[in-house]
């Protein structure tokens, strides 16, 4: 690494990558390995969109808002009947059996509720030419977030719950592990199947046969609930409440009470929620002798001292107290994440010396781009700017070296275990997040732009 990014020449790659991934009107995360429309990467993905095409955004986001549930629920897939390349598909999913359902096909699960950021920050950059399109996203997010508090919030604690991996985006973290394990699966009595994921990337760098197996059975559990919500509740084997999904919550909540307020609509049950959540965080998920916050297992009882990257996330929204922002950071830059002589790039999905972590295998180890974004500007929000700068460097420098994969062993070099970008190429949220963080990168020349010192 020479010590520069050539900004001109990511810029036209990751714009080149959408182009190639976008769809009719919506964008595919991954060439072939994610041939439909997800929530969260939507999200992300408009982000990028924003700097040079407003319009793209807004078509993008509908496409998704089209296919909420009447619940209120987003879904996690939006799917493309014709595509036939990813399981589970729509056939899979029998979505039809809701009431609820929409009649586009969809997955019966939700991701990450980004929305409300999302297009707060759409408003800052069209102002004006954003206006309609924020005024028809409020009332869509906001019967999602309704959903999220009425019908996954049993006792009203502000922290809703999730009923699958997949819900939480960081679907094969070690925080699952113990939950799923006790899950007793008999394989006769499932459905057969078979993963065209493996068709795309190595099983290494991909959850087990054993993983899949429970996925399938909640999926096949819901399916025979006809996606009812209560009864779920009731017989889930699998319910967690999540730092990463609660923060990102209280900060979309944030974003439409400012959205709301400029709408001149009613927010009250949103300042309601949005305290209740940020309580709720601090009171339940702090785990003081990590020095970290943590998922909360609901059918254990207890909470699930496993240190992945989404334990930093109460930052984005603000909800740390002073001493506890000042342990997370000690935190982020002890050898648990950041290596014993700075050896790792930020961030870690999991701690590098955790007896789950894994460089290649996804959500277990490996650097993400869409965590690394959030977390810079959860960073910022809290005054952290050399350490931000830190991490908005590190992931630059990884995109530079590696392309736009999926994921990134966090090592900078040979000595301590694999180098390079893992899962699938092309990947369009971390080319649509580097538009953006390149935007915040000063480029007095037009070419180059300060990056990371060589490895
Ligand atoms: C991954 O998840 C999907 C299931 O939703 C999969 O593995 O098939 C996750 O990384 C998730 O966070 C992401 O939204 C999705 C599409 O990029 O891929």
Not at 244 to 256: K, W
């Amino acid at each position: 690494m020479n010590g520069t990014l050539d900004v001109a020449e990511l810029l036209s790659g990751a714009k080149a990558v959408l182009d190639r991934n976008r769809c009719d009107g919506w964008t595919r995360p991954a060439p072939t390995l994610y041939p439909h429309q997800w929530s969260w990467d939507s999200g992300f993905i408009v982000l990028g969109y924003a700097h040079y095409d407003l319009e793209r955004a807004f078509v993008e986001l509908r496409s998704l808002f089209r296919a909420q549930w009447g619940n209120g629920m987003l879904p996690h897939i939006v799917f493309d009947p014709r595509e036939k390349g990813y399981f589970p598909g729509p056939e899979f999913w029998e979505t039809e059996r809701s009431p609820e359902a929409p009649t586009h096909p969809t997955s019966g699960i939700t991701n990450p509720p980004v929305h409300g950021l999302v297009a707060s920050l759409l408003w800052r950059r069209g102002g004006d030419a954003a206006r309609d399109f924020v005024a028809e996203a409020f009332p869509v997010v906001r019967a999602f977030h309704r959903y999220l508090y009425e019908l996954r919030d049993p006792h009203h604690e502000g922290l809703p719950f999730l009923r699958h991996p997949w819900e939480s985006g960081t679907d094969n973290s070690p925080a699952w592990d113990e939950a799923l394990a006790r899950i007793e699966v008999d394989r006769s009595t499932l459905p057969a199947y078979e993963r065209k994921d493996l068709t795309v990337v190595s099983g290494e760098q991909r959850p087990t046969r054993a993983d899949y197996d429970r996925y399938v059975f909640l999926i096949e559990l819901f399916k025979g609930l006809a996606y009812r919500e209560r009864e779920i509740q009731a017989e889930c084997p699998f319910l967690f409440q999540d730092p990463l999904f609660a923060s990102l919550l209280a900060r979309s909540n944030e974003a439409l009470l400012e959205l709301g307020d400029a709408l001149g609509e009613d927010v009250g049950e949103i300042r309601e929620w949005q305290q209740a959540t940020t309580a709720a965080v601090e009171e339940k998920l702090w785990d003081e002798e990590m020095g970290l916050y943590c998922h909360y297992d609901l059918i254990a009882g207890e909470r699930v001292r496993v240190a992945t990257s989404s334990g930093f996330a109460p930052l984005l929204a603000g909800i740390p107290t002073e001493s506890r922002r000042r342990r997370l950071l000690a935190t982020l830059e002890s050898p648990r994440f950041a290596g014993s002589s700075g050896e790792c790039y930020l961030v870690p999905s999991h701690e590098v010396d955790g007896p789950a972590f894994d460089p290649v295998k996804y959500w277990r180890g490996p650097v993400w781009v869409n965590v690394n974004w959030l977390l810079c500007r959860a960073l910022e929000r809290c005054g952290f700017h050399r350490q931000a700068d830190r991490v908005r460097g590190d992931t630059l420098d990884l995109i530079a070296h590696h392309g736009f994969h999926e994921y990134f062993s966090p090592f900078r070099t040979a000595a301590r275990g694999p180098v390079g970008g893992y899962g699938s190429a092309d990947f369009s949220w971390s080319a649509a997040l580097t538009v953006d963080l390149l935007a915040g990168v000063s480029n007095a020349a037009g070419a180059t732009a300060p990056g990371r010192q060589a490895s």
